[in-house]
């Protein structure tokens, strides 16, 4: 390793993680409501142990839903219907401990006056700063290493759904280690795998099949070299895994779903979060605007960071960070983005159209980087290039 090289690491988590699995049943829960009621309010917190799934949380719906038949179609869709599962979709326990939004809470987010409550807007539903990331490592504009650990999960779930290979099964933890120098990354150092089986299949078989039909089939071949190592279910067995081997809660896996720590994070988690919650919407926002800086050439790393008051709709404080990659000042860019896009949260959920049964397709392998959700779109880069020009900046000045 040179002077300038180091290597930086990132995990996802399979469909069957036991966080995952609480993260589907609660954006499962919230698509239902706004499939019925767009309207809806949901905070949905998911539990799962062994044979018991939980419910809890603050939900206020003029639907009529059927929480237990939403939870088993979640778990039936994820893949445990094995018959030796412990947790399995038609024989878990189910507990609805749901309750009605807080009053209180509810007057802040309410486009009505109140009183104490300074404009009759609808105000962000928590205090909170939320982060957006991009940059140019890959086509997604995303960190190297989190799309990479996402891509062998994604490939993994689609030879355990089609049948192809009979031992999968769903729980699945990636890790991807990428060595880096000024320019970005170079080569894949570490692959870690480790993916639930059936008890009857050899590790030397698992290994050998993830290794050859698996990571080196949907990774960059020109990333892999011969120093590249591979690990694989390292503990030598994997059968015992989702809810039965560990309890999973929703929100627990908040790198996972963002930038793999590569990019900073607020901490506030997404699934089971209707869009008045800004954990959730403004974080998407953000991503939004940073994705579409970079697909202006305005920057070639950006990091956005935007911070909210409860009850209150304007943002408290909105930040851009180019890391010396900006054409034009960062100041300027910042102007340009105040000026193209609007940060209240009504605006938010009306510019990327969130009162929308979308959410159970940003569970898994990350809510960022799939090109078919609203906040993946860079179709106002060229709005956001021609206001900076607006603005004045200098087309070759270095970032402030």
Request: charged share 25%; net charge negative.
């Amino acid at each position: 390793m040179t002077p300038n090289e180091y290597v930086f690491s990132s995990e996802s988590v399979g469909e069957g993680h036991p966080d995952k699995v609480s993260d589907y049943i609660s954006d499962s829960v919230l698509d239902a409501c706004l499939a019925a009621d767009p309207e809806s309010r949901v905070a949905c917190e998911t539990l799962v142990k062994s044979n018991h799934v939980i419910l809890a949380g603050e939900i206020t719906t003029s639907a009529e839903l059927n929480f237990e038949e939403i939870v088993r179609q979640a778990i039936r869709e994820i893949g445990y219907v094995n018959g030796d599962d412990v947790f399995h979709a038609d024989k878990v326990f189910f507990s609805n401990l749901l309750t009605t939004q807080s009053a209180d809470i509810a007057q802040g987010v309410d486009a009505r006056s109140a009183e104490g409550k300074e404009t009759d807007e609808q105000g962000a539903g928590d205090q909170g700063i939320m982060f957006g990331y991009a940059c140019r490592e890959t086509p997604e504009m995303m960190p190297a290493a989190i799309m990479y650990a996402h891509q062998i999960l994604m490939e993994l779930a689609r030879l355990r759904k089609s049948g192809e290979v009979s031992w999968l099964r769903p729980d699945c933890k990636s890790q991807v280690s990428v060595r880096c120098d000024a320019n970005g990354p170079i080569r894949i150092d570490t692959v870690v795998v480790s993916t639930q089986h059936t008890a009857d299949v050899s590790h030397a078989t698992i290994k050998d099949f993830i290794v050859n039909k698996v990571i080196r089939q949907v990774l960059p071949g020109h990333m892999l070299a011969e120093s590249t190592r591979y690990l694989v279910n390292p503990t030598g067995r994997f059968v015992i895994g989702g809810p039965e081997g560990d309890a999973g809660l929703t929100g627990r896996k908040i790198i996972v779903d963002t930038y793999g720590g590569w990019g900073r994070h607020g901490g506030g988690a997404f699934s089971g979060k209707d869009p008045s919650k800004v954990d959730r919407s403004a974080a998407y926002m953000c991503r939004w605007v940073a994705k579409t800086v970079v697909a202006a050439g305005l920057a070639d790393i950006v990091e956005l960071q935007a911070a909210y008051a409860i009850g209150y709709s304007e943002p408290v404080s909105i930040r851009v960070e180019t890391f010396d990659t900006g054409k034009v000042p960062d100041a300027i860019i910042e102007a340009a983005i105040r000026e193209v896009f609007q940060f209240k949260p009504a605006a938010i959920v009306e510019q990327l159209d969130l009162l929308r049964p979308i959410y159970r397709a940003t569970t898994h392998y990350g809510h960022f980087g799939k090109a078919d959700l609203p906040w993946e779109q860079t179709n106002k880069a060229g709005e956001l290039k021609a206001a900076v020009e607006r603005i004045g900046a200098p087309e070759t000045t270095h970032a402030s």
